[in-house]
């Protein structure tokens, strides 16, 4: 069975510019979670789907982030215009909706860097 | 929100047994109790889960009180692989990850 994918590994762009990052969760997992890790922090939650709904997005640091997840299969975060401070590794990951549904499987997640 | 408390870090000889403890006095009782791991920049692993009793697989061991307002993570015999940071989690939806214990196994 496949592990949840993320999409590029890296990514390089210069503050203004548009990023899109995406994130395949493991097949069969209705819940999708956002987290990141910004320079020397803890790790951070974004958000968190159920299918193609947003059951909680009190992480996002601000209106310029963008997640969407049309379909209830993958998952875009979208970083438009990106700032210095957005500088981070972005996990996904994905768990069943049942009793284990707070195992979260996560991804390698993406390393973004905004000059 | 249950918080956790967690050592900064620690040290563990290779092939000893690693026993990392985890604080969570303001636990709910139908908060369960997980343990992840991030090894390097990869992504966090999961490691166990337990809610009342202890529960043991393949990676480790973890040992809840019966108040459970602290629990333990055993590597029973800790590897050079294992150096990690570990998480201890109790949030009920979605995992607050805190700065977790920096495993270092020593040859």
């Known amino acids: 069975e496949a592990g949840v994918t993320q999409f590029p590994s890296h990514s390089v762009i210069e503050k203004g510019q548009t990023v899109t990052l995406r994130c395949d969760p493991i097949?069969?997992?209705?819940?999708l979670y956002w987290y990141r890790r910004v320079m020397g922090k803890e790790i951070k939650f974004l958000l968190h789907?159920?299918?193609?709904?947003?059951?909680?997005e009190s992480g996002m640091p601000n209106n310029r982030f963008l997640a969407e997840r049309t379909g209830g299969t993958y998952s875009t975060l979208k970083v438009q215009p990106a700032e210095l401070e957005d500088s981070g590794v972005y996990f996904c990951?994905?768990?069943?909706?049942?009793?284990?549904?707070?195992?979260?499987?996560f991804g390698p997640g993406t390393r973004l860097t905004v000059l | 929100d249950a918080k956790t408390t967690q050592p900064t870090s620690m040290d563990c000889a290779e092939g000893r047994a690693a026993n990392l403890p985890c604080n969570h006095s303001t636990i709910s009782g139908n908060e369960y109790v997980y343990w992840y791991r991030q090894i390097h920049s990869q992504g966090p692993q999961y490691i166990i889960h337990?809610?009342?009793n202890n529960e043991t697989n393949e990676m480790a061991s973890l040992i809840i009180t019966e108040d459970r307002k602290s629990s333990t993570l055993i590597l029973p015999h800790a590897t050079l692989r294992d150096t990690a940071v570990y998480y201890c989690?109790?949030?009920?939806?979605?995992?607050?990850f805190g700065a977790g214990t920096r495993l270092t196994v020593k040859p």
């Open positions: 989690i109790v949030k009920l939806d979605d995992m607050r």
């Open positions: 789907f159920v299918k193609e709904s947003k059951q909680d």
């Open positions: 097949s069969g997992h209705d819940n």
């Open positions: 990951a994905s768990s069943q909706v049942d009793n284990m549904r707070l195992t979260q499987y």
């Open positions: 337990g809610l009342k």
